[in-house]
Nanobody, 127 residues
Framework: VQLVESGGGSVQPAGSLRLSCAASGYTYSYTYSSNCMGWFRQAQGKEREGVATIDTDGSTHYADSVKGRFAISRDNAKNTLDLQMSSLKPEDTAMYYC??????????????????WGQGTQVTVSS
């Protein structure tokens, strides 16, 4: 499985940005739609943390720090995952990673529950 992120960049505080992830390498027996998918981030000098996940039934889970500002969505027909980020703050600055999460761990937002990672895309929020 390969996960490729896009859409990162620099934005001013209170601005918006949309990240996308394209997934490939799935098979007939292991499909994209059967995977919980998520976004994680890692700020410089800090540990990687879960941001949001979306389960196979469309249910979503968010870190408290982004609730009400970020929205995760998926398109199973296109094997894509998006993260719409609004009201961005300087503390949202980080490398953002697309992730495929182990079944049954979708609500955990924990690194140990991830079995595939993308290469990351940088988001910088600064005036």
């Amino acid at each position: 499985v390969q996960l490729v992120e896009s859409g990162g960049g620099s934005v001013q505080p209170a601005g918006s940005l949309r990240l996308s992830c394209a997934a490939s390498g799935y098979t007939y027996s292991y499909t994209y739609s059967s995977n919980c998918m998520g976004w994680f981030r890692q700020a410089q000098g800090k540990e990687r943390e879960g941001v949001a996940t979306i389960d196979t039934d469309g249910s979503t889970h968010y870190a408290d720090s982004v609730k009400g500002r970020f929205a995760i969505s998926r398109d199973n027909a296109k094997n894509t995952l998006d993260l719409q980020m609004s009201s961005l703050k300087p503390e949202d600055t980080a490398m953002y990673y697309c992730a495929a999460v182990v079944a049954g761990y979708c609500s955990y937002l924990e690194n140990y529950a991830v079995h595939y990672w993308g290469q990351g895309t940088q988001v910088t929020v600064s005036s």
